[in-house]
């Protein structure tokens, strides 16, 4: 039977967003409901939902809705209560805002409307007329107990930065429950390449009855659980060691597992000839159009290739010891140990103990390590000692997701983007005077090592080495500002 237009366009919403539905847990008794909802803009939350005003409960005031005076609640107003049967109780949460980190700032100060919004969600009282640095500080630190995240799967490393937003003002005042009556999850519409947060009921709901989330939703560890609340729910965790040991080996094979490498059979290592030319093969177009030495000829024949210069990740060592031992490769098994941070930080540890070595500063896992790391934090908060810290993605570069805070909920949120460490920052670096912008700034030295050979130990350092500079003066206010805090922001073609 040929179908109809209706089972036509949920048909083709189901080709096209079912993975993300499902993904996310949205019942499929709810598509067809939702596919119209998304299409018309039918936002009828109001026809089933009301906001009031919590009183006299000054404890749950202040532990469960920080930075928002006074406290709601958002309760069933619909007069039968609410079915979870029923195929149209699912409902479109709008977003107030949509930000990456780095231009959070930015947006605050020139969107009109936009720093007045986010004051009255997140309760800063602001009545000026025109933006201004303090209140834009205090609600930037007030954002992370109301805002969410969720990234692209798709695009460069720049457009896969996680995204964060804020929900209008009735799914902000949803409050966390560990026993919730709703699931809240954000989705991407693509025809109108918007997002919203869906919104549906866990279970039958009475009319009065109080709609609620779990804000860390799936979440089983209790420890782990109980810092990921912390935005909303403030706890203690001195009391736990903030001490942290090598990652057990559980974790690096499953490292090794994930990286899916084929090691190699020991060689000797192969003698060559002085007057021998080597080719090469490679991806890289900085090699194909650069590599000029009479030792080296290129070669589109891997086959036929002395050294294979590669881009991409290499794993099938194996075969390659077997069957062409003397080829070189510019790629080591099992060397995202050293050249993936979580890794590095933990395999430090063997040359410095707990501490690490002297040249890394502090580092914990935020997957693995949260709850260390948060004793950690309140512990020097308490010895009044420098708290200002840095959070890394584990493997990106550029100072992409990379944020420098002493906001402890800021910190613990990162957790949901990407997988991270963090870092205490150096807060009195060694400082440069560029005279061009009247200042003293950061600046470090890149170095290019290369690594021969691992057993006998063979590392050789290139003469020529960069100095990479910061573009304004160093300082411990608006920790947000890229410029003042790294020094990666000159990578271009031709540069």
């Not at 209008?168 to 954000?186: A, K, L, M, N, Y």
């Not at 080719?279 to 030495?293: F, G, M, T």
């Not at 997988?419 to 600046?443: A, H, M, S, T, W």
Request: with cysteine; glycine share 4%.
């Amino acid at each position: 039977m040929e179908q109809g237009p209706e089972q036509r366009r949920l048909q083709l919403f189901a080709d096209v967003h079912g993975a993300a539905l499902r993904a996310s847990g949205v019942p499929p008794l709810y598509w067809e409901s939702l596919q119209h909802k998304l299409a018309q803009e039918v936002f009828d939350a109001g026809d089933a939902f009301g906001i009031m005003r919590v009183e006299d409960d000054s404890e749950e005031k202040e532990s469960l809705n920080p930075g928002t005076p006074p406290v709601y609640q958002v309760i069933v107003t619909k007069e039968d209560g609410l079915q979870a049967t029923d195929a149209n109780s699912i409902f479109l949460i709008d977003h107030a805002w949509t930000y990456r980190v780095d231009q959070a700032r930015q947006q605050l100060w020139d969107t009109p409307g936009l720093l007045h919004r986010m004051a009255n969600l997140t309760g800063v009282e602001f009545h000026g007329e025109v933006p201004d640095d303090d209140t834009i500080d205090i609600v930037l630190d007030n954002l992370w107990a109301f805002s969410h995240t969720y990234k692209l799967s798709q695009g460069t490393a720049e457009e896969q930065v996680p995204i964060w937003y804020v929900m209008d003002e009735f799914g902000s005042q949803i409050r966390h429950s560990d026993e919730p009556t709703f699931q809240v999850v954000p989705f991407f519409y693509g025809p109108a390449q918007v997002a919203f947060s869906l919104l549906w009921p866990r279970r039958n709901l009475d009319h009065g009855e109080e709609v609620t989330w779990d804000h860390v939703h799936g979440e089983q560890n209790p420890l782990v659980r109980k810092c990921r609340l912390m935005p909303w729910q403030p706890a203690d965790f001195k009391s736990i060691d903030a001490s942290v040991g090598e990652l057990p080996e559980e974790y690096f094979q499953a490292v090794f597992t994930d990286n899916n490498e084929k090691l190699p059979l020991p060689i000797e290592p192969p003698v060559y000839q002085k007057d021998k030319i080597f080719k090469v093969y490679s991806d890289i177009r900085q090699v194909l159009e650069n590599l000029d030495d009479p030792r080296f000829a290129l070669t589109e024949d891997e086959e036929e290739a002395d050294i294979l210069y590669l881009f991409n990740h290499f794993k099938d060592y194996r075969t390659l010891s077997e069957q062409r031992p003397r080829v070189m490769v510019n790629q080591f098994p099992c060397e995202n140990l050293v050249t993936v941070k979580d890794c590095l930080a933990a395999v430090a540890r063997r040359a410095g103990g707990v501490d690490g070595p002297k040249w890394l500063p502090m580092t914990y896992n935020l997957c693995t390590e949260l709850p260390q790391f948060v004793s950690c934090y309140q512990q020097r908060q308490d010895r009044g000692e420098d708290n200002h810290w840095i959070c890394k993605p584990w493997n990106l570069a550029r100072g992409l997701d990379t944020h420098v805070t002493n906001n402890l909920n800021y910190i613990i949120r990162q957790r949901e983007s990407t997988p991270k460490v963090v870092c205490k920052y150096i807060e009195n670096p060694v400082l440069f005077q560029r005279d061009d912008i009247e200042g003293l700034v950061k600046f470090d030295i890149r170095y290019i090592i290369l690594l021969r050979s691992v057993q006998p130990l063979k590392l050789y350092a290139y003469n020529v080495f960069w100095l990479r500079f910061a573009n304004r003066p160093f300082s411990l206010d608006h920790l947000d500002d890229t410029q003042k805090h790294f020094t990666v922001m000159n990578y271009a073609d031709g540069i």
